[in-house]
């Protein structure tokens, strides 16, 4: 009985290996991982302290983009472009948000443009777009994250 009992449990002990699952290395895991991230997406937008209340994601992000462009038109509205470029009426401008809330911005022009002076236009913006509301950068896994979009700006507007 006891033999019988041994070998039962011997077994038993020797079987159990043949059910384990083989563990996947590291590399194999972070392979899987890095191709389940869309890289191309934030999992939450760069956000300014006016639009913190807002609970929907749509609706926050949407309101940052509209602060974000009015605060530029305001800083812009000083007759400095109006005045050197009168036919400029929109621009588009590159807006980077660092992970650390600093942020830059960027004229984009046609890349056959000869109607403006791009080196002026771009000198103003560095000039005029400063002091902004704290930003904070946008956040991809719980990590902040550089993030870059296009934004037109209107510097006429009809009155």
Known sequence: M???LFFTALFVLQSCQYFEK???S?????EKELKEINWKEVDQYPSIVDCEAITDDAQRKQCFFEVLSSTIQEKLSVDT?????PKLD???????????ASMQFEPQFPKDTVAYDTIKIDS??????VDF???NPAIKRGIPVKTQFILP???????
């Open 153 to 159: 700006v209107i510097i006429k507007t009809e009155k």
């Open 26 to 30: 590291e590399q194999e895991l972070l």
């Open 90 to 100: 929109t621009i588009e401008v590159k807006v980077t948000v660092n992970p650390d």
């Open 2 to 4: 006891k033999k019988v």
């Open 124 to 129: 103003i913006l560095k000039i005029k777009l």
């Open 22 to 24: 083989p563990m996947p």
């Open 133 to 135: 509301p704290k930003v």
């Open 81 to 85: 472009l109006r005045i050197l470029f």
